[in-house]
């Protein structure tokens, strides 16, 4: 048996139906849409029902069976209902759900696991807050201590950002088209270009960058004339998920919290998505000499599925009083447990080195078929946190989004389903379970390759023309 198979519904996909989505799915996707609101959005691009799913496998109302690399946002990091971090949940729903921020033993241990996690010179300069159910009220927190610590307005985000669909975490997000619905978010907001290398905005290569970026960060608070007011915080995701998970060039990330210190201007981190194991370290960023302020977590920390969110802070940035922030259904005692549960189940399984193994292994693979289609601009990823960005042509660079929607409808049709994102909404995303093994991503690559055949992708050996 190979590592994590019994953790998983099958080791493949299986489709029984003509066509996806099947009479099942069709009549409850027919359903929802009369009786759940027009926000509803995921079964647009992934006409699915789902009724049941075990690991890297989920099963449709009418029993196909698809490899998911979707984790539902990332949020099931050590997979579906994982029998493991199941018997955490169920031991605690039997003792205590809902305490509001009254100490318990369960959530104690779970500030203790993450801190844990610090390295030792710094374990204890840090804090955990738990916050509502989203990653998006850990951004609002965030923002809001910043604020309050600084006494200033101000935030700096970047370009290809996503932090959430809450006003403020909305605010901070860079892509337009979320945000044009709206006449006012939060005021004095300023967005800058990311590292974003295979895009530079400064039109650099990788092997002559400067890091302009951050520099160009630098010269906004030092210009006199930039326009913009000295600002309470800087926040910036380590590495960009729905921003076609964007890994920024060494060195960027410690650069911005060097000069953002000599600044005095706070530094939040946004590790919801690329945090908890994702990129087999606990965090993205671990960098012990530059430490941001302050860091959003929710996502996997729940274990399966349970909403949770949290910021770890630096005690020195600490300004709050009792009930300074509150909320109801702060730390919900089941999420919490489940996070135990999760990390127990790291740990003892030792997903961190499985992690590193399984990424590698993907991005070998998708490097290969890189090789085969001229499609493939760039493949890029950190653990199983993967993105593969499509273009019409190489040279040009030309975005290639019609393309994306295709691959993920072809993929569906054959049981694998995955995400897609960019700043041009040309990049295919992949975020399996980190308990996926090699057969899973054998099956799944090798739908994935079909799908490039059936949509004719041009092969790697000719030259594509800008349209």
């Excluded at 979707?70 to 579906?80: E, P």
């Amino acid at each position: 048996m190979s590592k994590f198979e019994s953790f998983h519904l099958a080791q493949q996909p299986s489709i029984l139906t003509d066509t996806i989505p099947g009479p099942r799915s069709q009549a409850l996707i027919a359903r929802q849409q009369l009786l759940e609101s027009s926000i509803v959005s995921y079964p647009k691009g992934l006409p699915i029902a789902l009724k049941r799913a075990k690991g890297a496998i989920v099963e449709d109302a009418d029993g196909n069976q698809f490899i998911d690399f979707f984790s539902m946002a990332g949020v099931l990091n050590v997979g579906h209902v994982n029998p493991y971090v199941l018997e955490y949940v169920r031991k605690q729903q039997e003792e205590l759900i809902h305490v509001l921020d009254f100490p318990t033993e369960n959530k104690l241990d779970l500030i203790e696991k993450i801190l844990a996690e610090f390295p030792d010179n710094v374990r204890d300069q840090f804090k955990v807050a738990f916050c509502a159910s989203t990653g998006s009220d850990a951004v609002e927190a965030a923002i809001k201590l910043a604020k309050h610590k600084t006494g200033r307005e101000g935030v700096i985000a970047f370009h290809g950002s996503y932090h959430g669909m809450t006003s403020g975490a909305l605010s901070v997000t860079s892509h337009t088209q979320l945000r044009s619905g709206y006449k006012s978010l939060l005021p004095n907001i300023t967005f800058l270009p990311y590292s974003y290398c295979y895009r530079c905005p400064f039109n650099h290569q990788k092997e002559t960058c400067k890091l302009d970026c951050a520099e160009y960060f630098r010269y906004v608070l030092e210009n006199p004339h930039s326009g913009v007011v000295k600002p309470a915080a800087v926040i910036l995701e380590p590495i960009q998920g729905e921003g076609g998970t964007v890994i920024p060039k060494e060195g960027f990330l410690e650069k911005i919290i060097h000069i953002a210190r000599k600044h005095d201007v706070m530094v939040i981190f946004d590790e919801i998505q690329s945090g908890f194991f994702r990129t087999g370290n606990f965090m993205a960023y671990s960098n012990p000499d530059a430490l941001p302020d302050i860091i959003t977590m929710s996502k996997g920390l729940g274990g399966i599925g349970f909403p949770v969110s949290a910021i770890v802070y630096n005690k020195a940035v600490e300004s709050w009083a009792a009930g300074d922030h509150i909320g109801t259904f702060r730390g919900n005692q089941v999420s919490i447990a489940g996070g135990n549960g999760a990390f127990d189940f790291i740990k003892e399984y030792e997903v961190e080195a499985h992690v590193k193994e399984m990424g590698a292994y993907l991005l070998a693979r998708l490097q290969q078929l890189m090789d085969q289609f001229s499609c493939i601009g760039e493949v890029r990823g950190r653990g199983l946190f993967v993105g593969v960005e499509y273009v019409k042509d190489r040279y040009t660079k030309k975005p290639d989004a019609a393309l994306v929607k295709k691959l993920r409808q072809e993929c569906l049709q054959r049981g694998l389903i995955f995400e897609t994102g960019g700043h041009y909404n040309n990049v295919v995303r992949f975020l399996p379970p980190l308990i996926v093994n090699k057969e899973i991503i054998d099956s799944a690559l090798q739908i994935f390759e079909d799908a490039h055949h059936a949509i004719a992708a041009v092969p790697a050996a000719h030259t594509l023309t800008e349209i």
